[in-house]
């Protein structure tokens, strides 16, 4: 029983003094196993990606307000040609 209770003391101080200790500091230097050339292509990379992605909701919108045109355009159409028939049963 002298034991357990000596290692649970021994336990507490060791996590005490652990959990005191500093942290390692954070590097903010980007990687030096990375060359310069790879990093630059690499945001080249991710900023053609952001640029489709734009395009694309871009090219969308366009399409919908084409079809919507087209749709009006065929209701006046449509429409015109209603008031040009000549009534029947009169």
């Given at each position: 029983?002298?034991?357990?209770?000596?290692?649970?003391?021994?336990?507490?101080?060791?996590?005490?003094?652990?959990?005191?200790?500093?942290?390692?500091?954070?590097t903010?230097?980007?990687d030096?196993?990375?060359?310069?050339?790879?990093?630059?292509?690499?945001?080249?990379?991710?900023?053609?990606?952001?640029?489709a992605?734009?395009?694309?909701?871009?090219?969308?919108?366009?399409?919908?307000?084409?079809?919507?045109?087209?749709?009006a355009?065929?209701?006046?159409?449509?429409?015109?040609?209603?008031?040009?028939?000549?009534?029947?049963?009169?």
């Amino acid at each position: 029983m002298k034991r357990t209770v000596a290692t649970l003391i021994a336990g507490l101080f060791a996590t005490a003094a652990f959990a005191q200790t500093p942290a390692p500091a954070q590097t903010t230097t980007p990687d030096s196993a990375t060359p310069p050339a790879v990093a630059t292509a690499a945001a080249e990379h991710d900023k053609q990606d952001a640029k489709a992605g734009t395009k694309h909701v871009k090219k969308a919108k366009h399409q919908k307000k084409a079809a919507a045109k087209a749709d009006a355009k065929d209701a006046q159409k449509d429409a015109a040609a209603d008031t040009t028939a000549p009534a029947a049963g009169k």
